[in-house]
Structure formats: structure tokens, C-alpha cells
């Protein structure tokens, strides 16, 4: 497994826990050391939905992603 195969693991296990927090607090804490994850994963390795859900968070629209493809 890679690194970047690594630190998308762990990205997805903060997102895992960020959906099962009760306190805002905590869910914001998880999705914070979720994009600190993905952040160490070098640009060229980064998925396209990768990047858009950096570009968003980025925006602080909170805005759950879309599930749509369109």
C-alpha cells in the first residue's frame, strides 16, 4: 500500500467519525484531521474528487458533497 494509499485510509476513518459525532465540535474536529490527511497526499496523486472536496471545504460553503453525477 502506498503512502498516499495510507492517508486516504485514514481520511476516510475521520470521515467515518466525523459522521458519527454528536457534538458539532467533534464532527468539525474529524473533518479537519480528514483534509489534514488528503492535504499530505502530493497533488499529482490526488483524485479529481479529491481536489473538488479540498476546493469546497476551502470555499466553507458546508455543504454536504453531492452524491450526483451529472
Known sequence: MSDADKYRA???????KAEKA???EDKQAWMDMA???????PAPVRTPEEMFEKAVREQATQ???SNTRH
Open 10 to 16: 485514514s481520511a476516510r476513518d475521520c470521515l467515518c
Open 22 to 24: 454528536f457534538y458539532p
Open 35 to 41: 483534509e489534514t490527511w488528503l492535504e499530505m497526499i
Open 63 to 65: 455543504q454536504d458533497p
